[in-house]
């Protein structure tokens, strides 16, 4: 084409690069919208605990989401080792809510134990939740 000056602009041929920007309006660093489970503390240690006697340890559920937290089941893994739950089954928590899970330990005899408390819930990328549990029968 003609410039107006009279000089010829330069034609440019080939295959042409540029960087385009490309923003999101989505926040790749935040869980999906929903029920959001988490523990404190992450595990309990009862220690040294007299053999006929019973200590009562507590882990606080809480839902960090945006929307009701539902427990469908709370259950000691090894069911030989004297690890008890409270029996809270159904329990809703709404969002930014806690709620207390009980914990006993009745050793019968002198031996060291482990095991977890498995929480089931509906939070979609944790629904079974493991909670470490041990103490030692004295």
């Not at 034609?11 to 999906?32: F, K, M, N, R």
């Not at 340890?57 to 089941?73: F, K, P, Q, R, S």
């Not at 009980?102 to 060291?112: H, K, L, R």
């Amino acid at each position: 084409f003609q410039a107006e000056d009279g000089i010829r602009d330069h034609c440019v041929t080939g295959v042409q690069t540029c960087a385009l920007p490309i923003s999101s309006s989505e926040d790749t660093d935040t869980a999906p919208p929903g029920p959001d489970i988490s523990v404190s503390p992450d595990h309990l240690d009862f220690g040294d605990v007299a053999v006929g006697t019973t200590s009562t340890l507590t882990v606080t559920i809480t839902d960090t989401g945006d929307a009701d937290l539902e427990l469908y089941g709370m259950v000691v893994e090894q069911k030989e080792f004297p690890f008890t739950v409270s029996d809270n089954d159904g329990a809703v928590i709404a969002a930014g809510e806690s709620f207390d899970l009980d914990v006993t330990y009745a050793p019968v005899e002198a031996i060291d134990a482990s095991s977890h408390v498995r929480i089931y819930s509906n939070d979609g990328e944790t629904p079974v939740l493991l909670v470490a549990i041990m103490g030692t029968g004295v």
